[in-house]
T-cell receptor, first 113, second 111 residues
């Protein structure tokens, strides 16, 4: 079974509400950030990315915000739907580290109908 | 276009047994990666191959070996499996500096 300390933080939202998932990163040399969605039993799926020369990027129903001053990344999902229920991971890439990504621990999003 | 495929989907090994996890991509990507994911955690990089003919260690390489067989295929080998290697293994591929695309995973249990 799962070990203590490995339980994911969980965000529970009502269908139709907006969701905000947060991620703190520690490496000030990171210059590229990605959000992935992972549904149960599946591999991570790319949602949206942002480079360090930007502070906001929008996709379809999703927005990523980057605050380099406090090393914080957030994913906003508009009009959350049941199909958005999944675990969300942020990942960062350090400048001059090739294409090696470092993943955060993940947040579970639960959408209540 | 199947993307990234992995075989097998499930595997149970006894301690000390060996096996190879296979990964293939049909997106003509240069880079390929192997990660492991333990319960309730993010992915940790085991090994990666920036381009055909090269391989490098990631965060947790001990107990594993890899082979970049050609541009399409990247295999992960466990020479002597240990219970600590019970995990879900994901292969991924990417073009340089672009997002990584993941396979469906291999669920490995070592008893």
């Amino acid at each position: 079974g799962e070990s203590v300390g490995l339980h994911l933080p969980t965000l529970s939202v009502q269908e139709g509400d907006n969701s905000i998932i947060n991620c703190a990163y520690s490496n000030s040399a990171s210059d590229y950030f990605i959000w992935y969605k992972q549904e149960s039993g599946k591999g991570p799926q790319f949602i949206i990315d942002i480079r360090s020369n930007m502070d906001k990027r929008q996709g379809q129903r999703v927005t990523v915000l980057l605050n380099k001053t406090v090393k914080h990344l957030s994913l906003q999902i508009a009009a959350t739907q049941p199909g958005d229920s999944a675990v969300y991971f942020c990942a960062e890439k350090e400048n001059n580290a090739g294409n090696m990504l470092t993943f955060g621990g993940g947040t579970r999003l639960m959408v209540k109908p | 276009n199947a993307g990234v495929t992995q075989t097998p989907k499930f595997q149970v090994l006894k301690t000390g047994q060996s096996m190879t996890l296979q990964c293939a991509q049909d997106m003509n990507h240069n880079s390929m990666y192997w990660y492991r994911q333990d319960p309730g955690m993010g992915l940790r990089l085991i090994y990666y191959s920036a381009s055909e003919g090269t391989t490098d260690k990631g965060e947790v390489p001990n107990g594993y070996n890899v082979s970049r067989l050609n541009k399409r295929e990247f295999s992960l080998r466990l020479e002597s499996a240990a219970p600590s290697q019970t995990s879900v293994y994901f292969c991924a591929s990417s073009d340089f500096l672009d997002e990584q695309y993941f396979g469906p995973g291999t669920r490995l249990t070592v008893t």
